[in-house]
Each structure stands twice: as C-alpha cells, then as structure tokens.
C-alpha cells in the first residue's frame, strides 16, 4: 500500500483529478492519502468531495487530513509520493498585487505564474516553502518522489533539484495536450492516432521539433501551410480571430510549434505585448488580465456548484485522466514502464541549453525511478528562444538561495518582456513596490 500525500489539498478541483487517477488505477486504489493544506475550510470541502470520490470508486482508498504547519510532518510521514500544487498567497493578496503594481507602470501580463515580473515574484515567495516541505520530506519520507505541479515550474524544479536532496520531477499537461489541439484545430485530427512526436524544451516553451503520422510522413509542411492560411485570415476578418495566433505566430516566425497556450506565450518574449503598437493586442487576439479574470470565475463557480459536487462524483465514477502522475507512481510501484515529458536538471540533455538548466524532456519511468532522455542540440533558434527564459530563470533561483535584492532586480531587467517595456530605473522601482506590498509573504531580501 502507498502513501501518497497532496500539498495544496485546497485546490479541490485538480486535488480530485489527480486523486481520482489514483483511486481509479488498480495497483494505488488502496493507497492511503493524506491531505495537507493550511487553509482549514478549503481542507474541510476538499476532504469532503475526496471522500465521496473514494465511495463512488469502491472505497478502497484511506482518507486523512492534515491542517497546518505543525502538521505538516506527519502529513509527509513515511510517504512514498507527495504531490505539490500549493499556490502561496493566492488569488487574493499575491496575486493581484502581481497583476496591480505592473499595471501601473504600463506593464500589461496575462497570466503571469512562469515567466515576467509576475513569475518572479511568485517563485520568490514559493521556494522558501519548498524549502521547508525539502527538509521535512529528508526528514520523515527521504526516499519518496516530489511530484510538482506548482508554477513557476522551471524555477521551482529547478530549486529542489539543485539545492535539495528531495527526489523531484516536474509535471505540466501541456506537454500531453500539444499535438492532439494543434492538429484538431487545423483539421488534422484524424491523424492524431499513431503519430510519433518528439517534444524536448523548456517548461511551458517545449518545442514540437518532429511530427509524423503512423506511417511516417512529415506532418510539419501541411501544419505550416494550414497555420499561416488561418492566421492570414484572422487579419483579414475579427470573426476569424482564434485564440492560439501568437503560436501560430512562433510557426510562422521560428519554424516550429511550442506546448503551452497562447495566452502564455504572448507574455514570454518582447514581440506581441506593447505599449507602443496597442494594435497588437487585438491582431493577435492577446487576453490581457487573463489569470484574474479566471481566478474571480473559478471562485464564483466553487462557491455556486461545491454543495453538489460530492453527489456527483458518487453517482459518476472518475474515468482516468492523461495526467502524468498516477502513471508515475504506477509505474514506480509495479514497476510498469511508460512514457511521460518531465522537468529535469539537464545534465547534457539539451547540448545547447545550460547542463544546470532545468528541462523539460521525454522521460522513460519503471521500478527503478525517472530516467530523462538525451535529445541532442535543438534549432539553434528555438535554443536562443529558451535561453531568455533559462537566464531568467537561474537567477531567480541565485535571488532565492542568497536572498540578495541585486538578484532581483537582475531576474526582472533579464525578463525579455519586462525588458522591452521598461527603463532600469522603473524596473527597479517597481521590483521594490512588489517586494513591499508582499510583505511578510516574501523573504527580507538584503
């Protein structure tokens, strides 16, 4: 029997998804799972439809909460998996002091949680915990798995796998989710079955570098072709706008198509989000404040749907979901083998990207742990692309472990988008506004 604890227990929605994979999978449904969150009333609610989910699977699973640092130990005690999905400081204050304090010196985000003065900062105020949760797991479990799903991934990842000795790997569904939504929306579905890919990069910019239908054709032409005929046509006519142009865009521009959304991408370099040319905010359809916006509708939807949830996922048995991590702890329990894209440090698997870097590469799992692939050297455009966000990335990581305010403000002056919008001095200014408003939710940076 495993033990498979789940930090951030309060963010019910993904804590059933990945929970339910669990309960659904044979060789886990009798784990005993422990959720930990220091937020006592989004526990309650959250044990509650974890409960129920458990009985609508049979009720193999054992159930037990944990609320609070001075639990936190016992949380992690003796567990073999331990999943993090923490969001410190929330929607409300952190994020929205993310969003506000930019907004006012004309620096415009979406999303805000990987890269930009946004992901900065919540890496910042996130590896002082990790840091805690490393030192407990040494503690009480040190040979379980850390499986994150907490942004920013690379910093983070990059953090545990570089400072402690916790075994880490990290998990983003974008990876999954790449070709099947860019064939389908070009209206290549069909040929989504059998197709042999290859992804290697960095988190949430991994590049699709080969795709082949079952047989062995390049699909990459016909994806060219049919990408530029559907941007070329949303210029023409606002009916026509779509919500994946800017990576549409990177085709166009860099050759190739990358794994997150749009949305993301559009705050990751110094092209699409401008102060001086606005009009490209509506041409490439950029949905600017996007992570508030759908912060303020998630928490409307809990409130209103919460009462019946528990009801529901009796009467409806959890179907197993394509996220990685049951299939991780599968396959490190009974020692079946599958195929996953993870965060690692790179090590020489990426040529061209920094050994220290952390990556995102297919990875091959059995008995015997994680074992990243190696991949070779990437374009040398798609490399360049990637290492705007590794410098950013590494010294957010340098900020974190020495907690030197220059560090700071070096990972924001590095940031590609804050960069094209901003003068040294502003940055500068705004980096103290942030660390200010946060608080005690950051560390005292000297």
């Given at each position: 029997?495993?033990?498979?604890?789940?930090?951030?227990?309060?963010?019910?929605?993904?804590?059933?998804?990945?929970?339910?994979?669990?309960?659904?999978?044979?060789?886990?449904?009798?784990?005993?799972?422990?959720?930990?969150?220091?937020?006592?009333?989004?526990?309650?609610?959250?044990?509650?439809?974890?409960?129920?989910?458990?009985?609508?699977?049979?009720?193999?699973?054992?159930?037990?909460?944990?609320?609070?640092?001075?639990?936190?130990?016992?949380?992690?005690?003796?567990?073999?998996?331990?999943?993090?999905?923490?969001?410190?400081?929330?929607?409300?204050?952190?994020?929205?002091?993310?969003?506000?304090?930019?907004?006012?010196?004309?620096?415009?985000?979406?999303?805000?949680?990987?890269?930009?003065?946004?992901?900065?900062?919540?890496?910042?105020?996130?590896?002082?915990?990790?840091?805690?949760?490393?030192?407990?797991?040494?503690?009480?479990?040190?040979?379980?798995?850390?499986?994150?799903?907490?942004?920013?991934?690379?910093?983070?990842?990059?953090?545990?796998?570089?400072?402690?000795?916790?075994?880490?790997?990290?998990?983003?569904?974008?990876?999954?989710?790449?070709?099947?939504?860019?064939?389908?929306?070009l209206g290549m579905g069909d040929l989504w079955e059998g197709r042999r890919e290859l992804i290697a990069g960095i988190n949430h910019m991994g590049w699709l570098l080969e795709i082949k239908d079952k047989h062995g054709k390049d699909l990459y032409p016909e994806i060219r072709k049919r990408a530029a005929e559907k941007n070329a046509l949303a210029s023409e006519a606002a009916a026509n706008k779509h919500w994946d142009m800017v990576r549409y865009?990177?085709?166009?521009?860099?050759?190739?198509?990358?794994?997150?959304?749009?949305?993301?991408?559009?705050?990751?370099?110094?092209?699409?989000?401008?102060?001086?040319?606005?009009?490209?905010?509506?041409?490439?359809?950029?949905?600017?404040?996007?992570?508030?916006?759908?912060?303020?509708?998630?928490?409307?939807?809990?409130?209103?749907?919460?009462?019946?949830?528990?009801?529901?996922?009796?009467?409806?048995?959890?179907?197993?979901?394509?996220?990685?991590?049951?299939?991780?702890?599968?396959?490190?329990?009974?020692?079946?083998?599958?195929?996953?894209?993870?965060n690692v440090i790179n090590n020489g698997l990426i040529e061209n990207l920094p050994h220290e870097a952390c990556v995102e590469v297919p990875c091959m799992v059995d008995a015997h742990g994680v074992n990243p692939c190696h991949v070779g050297r990437l374009p040398v455009q798609l490399a360049a692309m990637n290492m705007t966000h590794v410098n950013v990335h590494l010294i957010t990581i340098e900020a974190a472990v020495t907690e030197k305010l220059?560090?700071?403000?070096?990972?924001?002056?590095?940031?590609?988008?804050?960069?094209?919008?901003?003068?040294?001095?502003?940055?500068?200014?705004?980096?103290?506004?942030?660390?200010?408003?946060?608080?005690?939710?950051?560390?005292?940076?000297?």
């Amino acid at each position: 029997m495993a033990k498979i604890t789940f930090m951030g227990a309060g963010s019910t929605v993904f804590a059933r998804a990945l929970l339910g994979d669990c309960m659904a999978t044979p060789a886990l449904a009798d784990s005993e799972i422990a959720l930990y969150d220091i937020d006592g009333q989004r526990l309650k609610e959250s044990e509650a439809i974890i409960r129920a989910l458990n009985e609508g699977l049979g009720g193999k699973a054992r159930i037990l909460s944990y609320l609070g640092v001075e639990n936190r130990r016992e949380a992690l005690r003796g567990a073999n998996f331990v999943v993090n999905a923490i969001q410190v400081g929330l929607y409300d204050p952190c994020t929205i002091t993310d969003f506000e304090i930019p907004n006012k010196y004309g620096l415009r985000q979406t999303i805000a949680d990987t890269l930009g003065i946004g992901g900065i900062m919540r890496g910042l105020r996130t590896i002082p915990v990790l840091r805690d949760f490393a030192r407990d797991m040494e503690a009480v479990c040190p040979d379980a798995w850390f499986l994150n799903y907490t942004n920013p991934m690379s910093i983070l990842c990059g953090y545990m796998q570089r400072y402690t000795g916790v075994k880490t790997i990290g998990l983003c569904h974008s990876v999954q989710g790449c070709s099947y939504h860019l064939l389908d929306n070009l209206g290549m579905g069909d040929l989504w079955e059998g197709r042999r890919e290859l992804i290697a990069g960095i988190n949430h910019m991994g590049w699709l570098l080969e795709i082949k239908d079952k047989h062995g054709k390049d699909l990459y032409p016909e994806i060219r072709k049919r990408a530029a005929e559907k941007n070329a046509l949303a210029s023409e006519a606002a009916a026509n706008k779509h919500w994946d142009m800017v990576r549409y865009d990177y085709i166009a521009k860099m050759g190739y198509y990358c794994t997150e959304s749009s949305e993301h991408n559009a705050e990751y370099n110094p092209w699409y989000i401008k102060s001086k040319y606005p009009e490209l905010i509506d041409r490439f359809n950029i949905p600017l404040d996007e992570y508030p916006r759908r912060c303020i509708e998630q928490i409307a939807a809990w409130e209103r749907d919460y009462k019946g949830l528990a009801d529901a996922v009796r009467r409806e048995p959890h179907r197993r979901s394509g996220e990685y991590a049951s299939y991780i702890m599968e396959s490190l329990a009974a020692g079946t083998l599958t195929k996953i894209g993870g965060n690692v440090i790179n090590n020489g698997l990426i040529e061209n990207l920094p050994h220290e870097a952390c990556v995102e590469v297919p990875c091959m799992v059995d008995a015997h742990g994680v074992n990243p692939c190696h991949v070779g050297r990437l374009p040398v455009q798609l490399a360049a692309m990637n290492m705007t966000h590794v410098n950013v990335h590494l010294i957010t990581i340098e900020a974190a472990v020495t907690e030197k305010l220059e560090h700071v403000y070096q990972a924001a002056m590095l940031d590609p988008h804050t960069a094209a919008e901003l003068s040294i001095d502003d940055i500068i200014k705004m980096v103290d506004e942030l660390i200010e408003r946060h608080g005690d939710w950051m560390p005292k940076y000297r």
